[in-house]
């Protein structure tokens, strides 16, 4: 059974850092896509960032940008995102998310991906 499992989350203080992990069981990682999304309460499900199969191309939202940073490390079939300078904006659960695709590049539309963890929530806050 493919399955992806988020952890990592949690409250933090406005300025502190978190680390999501987003592991996968029932197939390996190598040949797809990973994604980070997340929703906040009332708002749409919106790309956060996304890496490659290989790990050669990263994208990130603007909102993001220079403050998260996605890795992967696929003998360990594990995705990371790394986020520092945490805002209360980044408040939300936070998905992992992937698809087949062994092209340099990856996509941070929703409809690309096929298969969606059960998400870790990410509180903000003083």
């Known amino acids: 059974q493919l399955q992806l499992v988020e952890s990592g989350g949690g409250l933090v203080q406005p300025g502190g850092s978190l680390r999501l992990s987003c592991a996968a069981s029932?197939?390996?990682?190598?040949?797809?896509?990973i994604g980070w999304f997340r929703q906040a309460p009332g708002k749409e499900r919106e790309g956060v960032s996304c890496i490659s199969s290989s790990g050669g191309s990263t994208n990130y939202a603007d909102s993001v940008k220079g403050r998260f940073t996605i890795s992967r490390d696929n003998a360990k079939n594990t995705v990371y995102l790394q986020m520092n300078s945490l805002k209360p904006e980044d408040t939300a659960i936070y998905y992992c998310?992937?698809?087949?695709?062994?092209?340099?590049?990856?996509?941070?539309?929703?409809?690309?991906?096929?298969?969606w963890g059960q998400g870790t929530q990410v509180i903000v806050s003083s």
């Open positions: 998310a992937a698809y087949r695709n062994t092209l340099p590049m990856c996509m941070m539309s929703r409809g690309q991906y096929n298969y």
């Open positions: 029932g197939f390996t990682l190598d040949y797809y896509a």
